[in-house]
């Protein structure tokens, strides 16, 4: 499972441990996009420390620069939710965990709101796998679905792992979720998107060509009842999120402090 390969002992460099008082703070937990790692998600994490919350980014196993890649990290992108309940469950027994927040860069969009109910269809899954709809390009792992192909052929285990896409990996602790340049929307049910109850927050870029607002972020915003959104700007770029020389330097910074003031309107 995937879950199994979380990076745990990273923990402690991302995720506060309390405040000086001794108060509970409450959590959010940070999703990367496709192929990066919970490092490089400090533009997030640190306007979200700032507003005084435990946050943990973990490195989702599989599909991170730090540990390498695996086919299933890109293409079974339902384990993803997977591995923050798990995270959550290895801090519970440490300590008690206040309310819970989920926020996601790129795929990591999907992560968050697919801890809230949101659901991918296997159907379309499974045409892409077979090759009858067309995978998008995948820059940091070009041939994963060949990949994948020759490490699980057409067999029942492939059927098992793409009927266990269609589960409900909802966590009824995430109370709030905050989407940025949200991935897989087209590949979400809308009928599972009218079931998530929490308040979402999305931010996208209007000049993003990798998750365009047509394809990816409008089925988030259309069909989640509790979703409000912007635009980040209209030049800003999906990597504007990760470059080193962004098109929109501020873009980052506007985006995180949204986010602050988000989980401060919703988890209190």
């Known amino acids: 499972m995937v879950t199994s390969g979380i990076r745990l002992d990273r923990v402690p460099s991302v995720c506060t441990s309390g405040s000086r008082t001794g108060r509970r703070l409450h959590l959010v937990v940070v999703s990367h996009g496709t192929g990066g790692s919970g490092s490089n998600m400090e533009w997030l994490v640190r306007p979200l420390r700032r507003a005084g919350f435990r946050v943990l980014a973990l490195d989702h196993h599989g599909n991170n620069f730090v540990d390498g890649y695996e086919p299933e990290g890109f293409l079974h992108v339902w384990e993803r939710p997977l591995d923050i309940s798990f995270a959550l469950d290895a801090l519970a027994r440490e300590q008690p ?27 379309l899954l499974c045409a892409v796998r077979t090759g009858e709809v067309p995978l998008p390009q995948i820059p940091e792992f070009p041939g994963a679905l060949e990949a994948l192909r020759k490490k699980y052929p057409q067999d029942e285990s492939s059927r098992s792992a793409l009927d266990a896409a269609a589960a409900d990996f909802s966590d009824p602790r995430v109370r709030a979720v905050f989407q940025v340049a949200p991935g897989v929307g087209s590949l979400v049910t ?79």
């Open 97 to 123: 965990l206040g309310a819970v927040g989920a926020a996601g860069f790129s795929l990591g969009g999907y992560t968050a709101v697919a801890l809230a109910g949101a659901r991918v269809d296997p159907k």
């Open 190 to 268: 809308p009928e599972s998107l009218a079931t998530v109850q929490v308040p979402v927050g999305i931010r996208w870029g209007g000049a993003d060509t990798v998750n365009p607002y047509d394809i990816d972020t409008r089925p988030y915003m259309e069909h989640i009842p509790t979703a409000s959104g912007r635009s980040a700007g209209p030049d800003v770029r999906h990597d504007d999120f990760f470059a080193s020389e962004p098109a929109d330097p501020a873009a980052r910074d506007r985006v995180g402090g949204d986010a602050a003031a988000f989980f401060q309107q919703h988890l209190g």
